[in-house]
């Protein structure tokens, strides 16, 4: 089966009523974790972000700390797990600035990670470009928020 253009699928959507709507919603959340935590997002979190993402935060916190730290092997795996994670949550959001947030975070704590990450050359790459991609969405947003954020910046890079 192949899957219908997203105009086709609003076309559809809009010929429906509601209590059909709410039953394709439900339906949808019962098929994949994703659907589930997004339809969770746009209902109860959406009209809170500050709240989301200390949500977000708070889980990175637990997931760094059950982080097994006998080998860089193990390290990398997790933080490439945790860093799939907060790129899923920021996507739920499709706001730049709780992006920027997260990822900002996601780079403090991986700095201040212990063993340092300085001693593995794929840790600091994936720090490395991070930061590069903070500096890119930076860029897109209103100038009082750059200044924000450039001086968070300039505090991960000391």
Known sequence: ?????????????????????????????????????????????????????????????EQFELINTNSY?????????????????????????TEVELLIYFCQTLKDFKPSIKHNVTLTNIYERQIVLIKKIVST???DLQYDYHSMLEALND
């Open 141 to 143: 947003l209103h100038e």
């Open 73 to 97: 092997f193990y390290i990398k795996k997790s933080v490439r797990k945790i860093l799939r994670t907060v790129k899923k949550f920021a996507r739920y959001s499709q706001k730049k600035e």
């Open 1 to 61: 089966m192949k899957a219908v253009s997203v105009v086709n699928i609003k076309k559809e959507l809009q010929h429906l009523s509601t209590e059909e709507l709410t039953e394709l919603c439900l339906r949808l959340s019962k098929f994949k974790k994703e659907n589930k935590e997004l339809l969770t997002y746009l209902l109860f979190e959406s009209h809170d972000e500050t709240g989301y993402i200390e949500s977000v935060q708070k889980d990175m916190d």
